[in-house]
């Protein structure tokens, strides 16, 4: 196997592990306002409430973000192509399109959140 697809395997089922954790995290409330990991959004950096609810909202999405990225590494392991780029090409495409949806709810959740404040 060529080095470069064992990179690539290697960087999305980082990032699939990576992304399954912190949505975990986010899930339970337990990841806390900082400045390297999380939904940093106008709505979200309101208060700390507003951050804890957006994310916990987020979690499940983030989650399916970081399964997609995985299973985009085993795919491009065990699915016999001529072309892993392409198929890292649309494991990306996921990956991007689950964590502006968790995005979407976080903003959401976040803003309701605050009104009830």
């Known amino acids: 196997m060529q080095a470069e697809i064992i990179q690539l395997m290697a960087v999305l089922g ?19 306002m900082n400045s390297l990991v999380g939904i940093r ?4 950096m309101v208060s700390e409430e507003a951050w804890i609810a957006g994310h916990k909202a987020a979690g499940p999405y983030v989650i399916l973000g970081g399964i997609c990225s995985a299973a985009g590494a085993a795919a491009i392991l065990l699915v016999p192509t001529p072309a892993p780029p392409t198929l890292a090409s649309i494991t990306a495409a996921g990956v991007v399109l689950f964590l502006v949806i968790a995005a979407l ?4 959740a976040a803003k309701r959140e605050s009104l009830t404040k």
């Open 14 to 32: 980082g990032l699939g592990v990576l992304l399954i954790v912190v949505g975990a995290v986010c899930i339970k409330g337990k990841l806390p």
């Open 105 to 108: 709810v976080a903003s959401a």
């Open 41 to 44: 959004l106008a709505a979200t």
